[in-house]
């Protein structure tokens, strides 16, 4: 997979992110508005509420994460933005902020079903942090989880402890035994 090319998620390109979305049974319900909604809200839109929700933002112009293309098919997407822009962060207690720095937030990957199994989350982090170094950011932060004997694919959406750790990320905080804090910096 040498040939891809990861672009920001644009009004343009929203068709594209919502094929990527339908590839997979999950993220067609969650559109990636769990980190951006309450639990009432995130639950009341599941399914085509949430969907609205993700695409008046990516309509607004927000570009909230990248699209990997291989070639002109949409093969995957990334979720990073300014982790300041997500609800649950702001109030989460096991992941609250650790310091001043200006972190964007890692935190949904979706792999169409063709692309699967060939490294594109390690890629899609490697991505993500350049995207937020190259906005301005201090780097990127994220919060995956370490797989388990119980893991499912749906558990997977964060990213895993060790395909972050391949993509240069260190941890920097464990706040629950299998959910470390992990960033990497300019």
């Known amino acids: 997979m040498d040939d891809l090319e990861f672009k920001p998620a644009t009004p343009a390109r929203w068709d594209d992110l919502a094929r990527v979305?339908?590839?997979?049974?999950?993220?067609?319900?969650?559109?990636?508005?769990?980190?951006?909604?309450?639990?009432?809200?995130?639950?009341?839109?599941?399914?085509?509420?949430?969907?609205?929700?993700?695409?008046?933002?990516?309509?607004?112009?927000?570009?909230?994460?990248?699209?990997a293309y291989s070639g002109s098919v949409p093969a995957a997407w990334v979720g990073v933005a300014p982790r300041g822009n997500f609800d649950r962060l702001n109030r989460s207690r096991n992941f609250p902020p650790?310091?001043?720095?200006?972190?964007?937030?890692?935190?949904?990957?979706?792999?169409?079903?063709?692309?699967?199994?060939?490294?594109?989350?390690?890629?899609?982090?490697v991505a993500a942090a350049e995207f937020a170094i190259s906005r301005g950011a201090d780097g990127a932060e994220a919060y995956p989880i370490v797989p388990g004997p119980k893991s499912s694919g749906a558990d997977l959406y964060v990213g895993t402890e060790h395909a972050f750790t391949k993509a240069?990320?260190?941890?920097?905080?464990?706040?629950?035994?299998?959910?470390?804090?992990?960033?990497?910096?300019r």
């Open 98 to 125: 650790l310091d001043n720095k200006d972190v964007w937030a890692v935190n949904c990957f979706v792999v169409a079903k063709d692309f699967r199994r060939q490294g594109l989350v390690t890629r899609l982090a």
């Open 21 to 67: 979305m339908a590839s997979f049974h999950n993220s067609s319900h969650c559109w990636c508005a769990y980190w951006y909604l309450s639990n009432a809200g995130y639950g009341a839109g599941w399914g085509d509420g949430n969907r609205d929700a993700l695409e008046r933002l990516v309509k607004s112009g927000a570009e909230p994460g990248l699209l």
């Open 168 to 185: 240069g990320y260190e941890e920097v905080a464990r706040p629950l035994p299998r959910r470390p804090v992990m960033r990497r910096m």
